[in-house]
């Protein structure tokens, strides 16, 4: 995801942590999404092991107003 972070002059923050640590009561409570997933701003863009490229950017582009991409 970073390089769509890049193709749109985006900062890209990337969480890393234990299995453990996703499944810990104190993570369970701030309501976030378990790994892997991709949040746009408070929107949860993609989650679980199919994360796809295309389904992030459409999001993403969402978020900043602009159209879809053609096909």
């Known amino acids: 995801m970073p ?7 985006l900062e890209v ?4 942590k234990s299995r453990e ?3 810990a009561e104190a993570y369970v409570a701030t309501g976030l999404p378990a790994a892997p997933a991709v949040m746009v701003e408070n929107e949860l863009a993609a989650q679980g092991p199919g994360i796809s490229e295309e389904g992030v950017e459409m999001v993403i582009r ?3 107003g602009l159209p879809p991409l053609d096909k």
């Open 21 to 23: 640590a996703y499944q």
């Open 62 to 64: 969402r978020h900043l």
């Open 3 to 9: 390089r769509l972070g890049a193709k749109y002059n």
């Open 13 to 16: 923050d990337t969480f890393s």
